[in-house]
C-alpha cells in the first residue's frame, strides 16, 4: 500500500515509517523538520535496509501539499503532523489552534481532490480535559483545558463532519496518551529539539545534559503527591496504527479510540522504575504545577480491544529500558 505520513521523521512518525517499510509499504514522508532532524532519514534507513522518500515540507503550504499528493497518490493517510507541546499551548494558544487545524485541513482537502478515503489521525488524550469520572472511555465529555487539545477535538469535529457527507471515507482517529520507550535499536528515541515531555527530560539528566528533572507538583491528590498518567511503549502505540490500517479496509465511517494500557503510574514510580532498571539516580527539583495538568489520567482501552482487537503488549520496566 502507498502510505503518505505527515510528521513522519518525529518520535512517534519514525517508528511508524519503519514498522510500515518493514511490512513492504511504499511510504512518503512530509515534515517540515520544526522539531526533528533530517539525519531521522538515515537512521530509518539502516534499520529498514530499504526505501522511503521524504518531501520538506510544512502541511500549510497548499500548493505543494496537492503536488505532493498529485506526484504519489497515496492509498492512505496517517496524519502526526502538528505542534504538540502543551505547555507552549497555554503561552501561545492561538499558534497552536490555527497551525494545527489549518495544517490538517490542507491534508483533508487534497484527501478530497486526489481521491484518498482512507486516513489516521494522530488525535490525544488532552481532549477530554479534567477526567470526571476514571478510567476514561470514548464517551467521556470532552473540555480541553488548552489550545493544543482544543485543535486535537476540532480537528476531530472536522473530519467527523467530513465522513457524514463522503460515506465512502473510512477515519480512525486514534486518542494517545502518553508515548514512551523506543524501537528495538534504540536510534528512534523521543529525542526532539525541544524537550517537553517527562521521558526526554529523565534521558537528559542521566546523560548530563541537565542537573535535575523539574517535577511539576508534589501536592497532588494523590498516593505519593505526583501527577498519575497513562503511559505506553511506543512499540504497543505503532503497532495500533498496523491493526488500524487492516480495520479500515473493511470499515466506513469516523471511529475514535483511546491508545494506552489502561493503567497509570505516578512520575516519581517513573522516576525509580527509571532508577532501577538503568542502574542509575535521576536528580529532581519540585516545581509549581503547570497550567493545563490534571492530577490523575488514564484510559480505559475497551473499545479499541473489542473492535479492532487491538491490545498494549509491554510493560512499565520496558518502557523505562534505557536503550543505548
Known amino acids: 500500500m502507498k502510505i503518505l505520513v505527515t510528521g513522519g521523521l518525529g ?46 515540507s510544512d502541511c500549510k503550504n497548499k500548493k505543494k501539499i496537492f503536488k505532493i499528493f498529485n506526484s504519489f497518490k497515496p492509498s492512505l493517510v496517517i496524519h502526526l503532523a502538528g505542534l504538540k507541546s502543551v505547555a507552549d499551548s497555554v503561552k501561545n494558544p492561538n499558534l497552536y489552534f490555527t497551525e494545527n487545524f489549518l495544517s490538517a485541513e490542507n491534508i483533508f482537502l487534497a484527501m478530497q481532490k486526489f481521491k484518498v478515503k482512507k486516513l489516521i489521525f494522530s488525535s490525544s488524550a488532552t481532549v477530554y480535559g479534567k477526567p470526571k469520572y476514571l478510567p476514561i472511555d470514548e464517551n467521556h465529555p470532552t473540555k480541553p483545558l488548552h489550545a493544543y487539545g482544543a485543535s486535537k477535538l476540532a480537528i476531530e469535529h472536522l473530519l467527523k463532519n467530513i465522513c457524514s457527507m463522503r460515506k465512502d471515507w473510512s477515519v480512525v482517529s486514534l486518542r494517545y496518551f502518553n508515548p514512551v520507550g523506543s524501537d528495538q535499536s534504540g536510534l528512534l528515541k523521543d529525542n526532539p529539539l525541544k524537550p517537553t515531555n517527562l521521558f526526554p527530560k529523565i534521558f537528559n539528566v542521566y546523560k548530563g545534559k541537565s542537573s535535575f528533572l523539574p517535577l511539576y507538583g508534589n501536592n497532588y491528590s494523590t498516593k ?101
Open 224 to 324: 505519593d503527591g505526583s501527577a498519575i498518567r497513562d503511559y505506553i511503549h511506543i512499540l504497543d502505540l505503532v503497532d495500533s496504527h498496523i491493526v488500524s490500517i487492516n480495520f479500515l479496509k473493511k470499515k466506513k465511517g469516523f471511529k475514535v479510540f483511546n491508545v494506552g494500557t489502561g493503567k497509570g503510574y505516578s512520575v516519581l514510580e517513573i522516576i525509580k522504575t527509571f532508577e532501577r532498571v538503568n542502574r542509575t539516580k535521576i536528580n529532581f527539583k519540585i516545581k509549581s504545577r503547570r497550567s493545563g495538568d490534571v492530577p490523575i489520567c488514564y484510559a480505559s482501552v475497551k473499545k479499541i480491544n473489542k473492535e479492532i482487537g487491538w491490545y498494549s503488549k509491554l510493560k512499565i520496566n520496558q518502557m523505562c529500558i534505557l536503550k543505548k
Open 11 to 56: 518520535y512517534i512518525g519514525s517508528n511508524i515509517v519503519l514498522n510500515l517499510l518493514k511490512k513492504k509499504h511504499q511510504v512518503l514522508v512530509v515534515d517540515n523538520l520544526a522539531n526533528s532532524k533530517r539525519s531521522t532519514v538515515k537512521k530509518i534507513l539502516k534499520l529498514a535496509n530499504t526505501n522511503f522518500k521524504f518531501v520538506y
